[in-house]
């Protein structure tokens, strides 16, 4: 799958799942702009490529979204893909959550999404194509106990994901989404050691048995990227394993 040619940001992409889609998409040829709130990891990551840029960026602000996809298609000429990847939980009881909890949830999560959509469409809309892919989670699906603001904020991206296509579906831009189950990232690693039994106690209840990694989540990115992804739209894609396809066990929280 190639994109040579193709212009692509990715926020967030200074970690995980960011880090590696950037990575792959710029091994597929397109001219990747790496955007992050910490430019040193995006520099990092740019060291040493030609083909990746890296740019600070807060997507908890929409005139930064909006300067990020006007400054690719000022150096580039044109924006063809847009992987809106930023998104983070506080976990806690939904009781307990606080106002400012929930709107740094929002912010990071749904808001940030909305914004990398908006602005893309209003520079891939006159093209007549492009891609945009969100990242959303399994639990945007159904309800996770300490998850609830998160959960809430990634069932807003998945709508928000279906309402862009379907406005859009003649347009030639193509907006999907993909729902990593647990992935192999520093920060769920880092929770998974502090458990008893540490990271191999907790893969044997994930029901694939392990972790996802960052590249496998990469791989599917690059797929909705491309033009062999054509007539998908208004996906949102899980990645995870087949955890969201196992029926739903009745758990009771206490
Ligand atoms: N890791 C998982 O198991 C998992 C599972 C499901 C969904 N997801 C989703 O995948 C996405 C990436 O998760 P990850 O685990 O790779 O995260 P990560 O914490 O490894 O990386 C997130 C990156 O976002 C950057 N960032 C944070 N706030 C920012 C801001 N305001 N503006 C710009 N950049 C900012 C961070 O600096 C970091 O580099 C998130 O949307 C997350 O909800 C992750």
Known sequence: MSLEGRTAIVTGAGSGIGAAIARRLAGAG???????????????????????????????????????????????????????????????????????????????????????????????????????????????????????????????????TQSAAVENARSGVRINAISPGAIETPAILAWARSLPGGVPAYEATLLPGRFGRPDEIAAAALFLASDEASFVNGAVLPVDGAASARMPAIEVPK
């Open 30 to 160: 397109a001219r990747v702009i790496a955007a992050d709130i910490r430019t040193e990891a995006v520099e990092t990551l740019a060291a040493g490529t030609r083909e990746v840029t890296a740019c600070r960026c807060d997507v908890t602000h929409a005139a930064e979204v909006d300067a990020l996809v006007g400054s690719a298609v000022e150096r580039f000429g044109r924006l063809d893909v847009m992987v809106n990847n930023v998104g983070q939980s506080i976990a806690g009881w939904l009781k307990d959550a606080t106002d400012e909890e929930w709107q740094r949830v929002l912010a990071l999560t749904l808001s940030s999404a909305f914004y990398g959509v908006r602005a893309a469409l209003r520079v891939m809309l006159p093209r007549g194509s492009g891609s945009i892919i969100n990242i959303s989670s399994g639990a945007g699906f159904g309800g996770s106990p300490g998850l609830a603001t998160y959960g809430a904020a990634k069932a807003g991206v998945n709508n928000l």
